[in-house]
């Protein structure tokens, strides 16, 4: 069996009008077209859809059912034409993004709900993973894209910083250092810190370092962590101090005191995605990143 689309529409407008002229009219045709598609959709059908007199047309007991069931596939057809364009464009779909921690208290928040507000369709699926999870993750396709500090990439993998800022120090609450409004990076050699392993964010890490020996000190590690929010709970407990990115100052902590640090370093994060992943929603967002970050 073969039925024409367009029959499927003539007999419609038709039905919804039960007159061949302004059926026509609407349709943009003329009568005679009409008159011979709809015929030889009943023919197609082995059915008579319709009753006609030279005053009126009504529609069968097969007409009515098949007008409703038309109605249907139209509409599933023209929902599956819009929702297709829409995934084209970027507008409808899913996108999977991989954050690390530190980005959850910065930029992750103000980025997705840029992306959100501009494309509400979109489903945006979202998982915390460390830093040296990242790549893998990108890489094997199980994320789209990624929200992290710079580091060390494969081959096949872009990035695009769109967040800075700076160090801050955490120190417990009764420190003595705690008492002042702002400290140098000096001012905390020899206290034990409290840090995370090289191989879990390595440009973080040498970021930290590197800040504490352009100051004349190597950090004196007492503890290694794997996340921020667990090193300002560390220092909360009177286990050491930190150097931090300044949006870690939000958790508010009790018994943690964030102080700004003069002559310290900024930290940058940025999207990293699969050079080789088409998928229209990652585009969309990858716009929404550039303009966040002041590049578009």
């Known amino acids: 069996m073969t039925i024409d689309l367009r029959q499927l529409r003539y007999f419609v407008t038709l039905a919804d009008t039960l007159h061949f002229g302004r059926a026509a ?16 959709l009943e023919e197609e059908l082995c059915v008579s859809l319709l009753k006609r007199s030279t005053r009126l047309v009504e529609l069968t007991a097969a007409g009515r059912h098949f007008h409703e069931q038309a109605k249907r596939i139209i509409a599933g057809l023209d929902t599956a034409v819009r929702s297709t364009q829409a995934i084209e464009r970027g507008e409808l779909g899913v996108l999977r993004v991989g954050f690390t921690m530190a980005a959850a208290w910065s930029v992750l928040p103000p980025l997705i709900k840029r992306y959100s507000d501009a494309f509400p369709q979109a489903d945006v699926q979202l998982s915390e ?3 040296k ?17 710079p580091w060390q990439r494969p081959p096949g993998l872009e990035y695009l910083a769109v ?12 420190h003595r250092l705690a008492q002042g409004d702002e400290i140098a990076v ?26 504490c020996r352009e100051h004349g000190f190597e950090p004196r590690i007492r503890l290694e962590t794997h996340l921020q ?8 407990e009177g286990l050491g101090v930190s150097l931090v990115p300044q949006s870690m100052s939000k958790m508010r902590l009790a018994g943690a005191k964030f102080l700004p640090v003069s002559g310290t370093r900024m930290v940058e994060q940025g999207v990293i995605w699969a050079a080789g992943n088409d998928s229209p929603c990652l585009a969309r967002f990858l716009e929404c990143a550039r303009a966040f970050g002041g590049l578009a």
Do not use: K, W, Y
């Open 25 to 40: 009219t609407l349709l943009h045709i003329s009568q005679p077209p009409l008159s011979r598609q709809v015929a030889a």
């Open 129 to 131: 993973v460390l830093p």
């Open 133 to 149: 999870e990242l790549n893998d993750a990108l890489m094997s396709g199980n994320v789209d894209v990624g929200i992290a500090f």
């Open 163 to 174: 967040h800075t800022e700076p160090l801050c120090a955490v120190v417990p609450s009764d």
């Open 186 to 211: 000096s001012d905390l050699a020899g206290e034990p810190f409290i840090t995370f392993p090289a191989t879990t964010a390595p440009a973080l890490h040498e970021l930290v370092i590197g800040c």
């Open 229 to 236: 929010q667990s090193i300002v709970n560390l220092v909360a």
